[in-house]
């Protein structure tokens, strides 16, 4: 599981060895834009955020291992298509979250579908 930045530089070594690199979004993001967890200021630093999950996702294909992001599609709200386009196997979220997640991804189509239902 890799959920600090810390854990991102060591990306090679652990696809190296395991099958599948999991990426706990939700903590990688609050480590990554907290400046200081007590006085809670937050950095604006998604293009950081990016670079090292595109880390993640380069080292799982040296390897040959998958690469998979879990968390909630909230906690990255403008970002569902750029998430999409990083190229990992697969995203983990709740069963809450498909619908929302499938029609940001697809341009509204879920909903249109979740009417129709």
Same mark, same amino acid.
């Given at each position: 599981?890799?959920?600090?930045?810390?854990?991102?530089?060591?990306?090679?070594?652990?696809?190296?060895?395991?099958?599948l690199?999991?990426?706990?979004?939700? $903590?990688? +993001?609050?480590?990554?834009?907290?400046?200081?967890?007590? /006085?809670? =200021? @937050? #950095?604006?630093?998604?293009?950081?955020? %990016?670079?090292?999950?595109?880390?993640?996702?380069?080292?799982?294909r040296r390897?040959?291992?998958? $690469?998979? +992001?879990?968390?909630?599609?909230?906690?990255?709200?403008? /970002?569902? =298509? @750029? #998430?999409?386009?990083?190229?990992?196997? %697969?995203?983990s979220?709740?069963?809450?979250?498909?619908?929302?997640?499938?029609?940001?991804?697809?341009?509204?189509?879920?909903d249109?579908?979740?009417?129709a239902?």
């Open positions: 599981m890799i959920d600090s930045p810390a854990d991102v530089f060591h990306a090679d070594a652990l696809a190296l060895e395991s099958e690199l999991a990426v706990d979004g939700g $903590a990688l +993001l609050r480590s990554a834009i907290f400046d200081d967890e007590d /006085a809670g =200021h @937050a #950095l604006p630093c998604c293009p950081t955020l %990016a670079r090292m999950l595109r880390r993640v996702v380069r080292a799982a390897s040959g291992c998958k $690469a998979v +992001l879990s968390g909630e599609p909230e906690q990255f709200p403008q /970002a569902p =298509h @750029a #998430l999409s386009e990083l190229g990992f196997d %697969a995203l979220v709740p069963v809450r979250s498909l619908l929302p997640l499938y029609a940001a991804l697809s341009g509204g189509a879920a249109a579908e979740a009417k239902t």
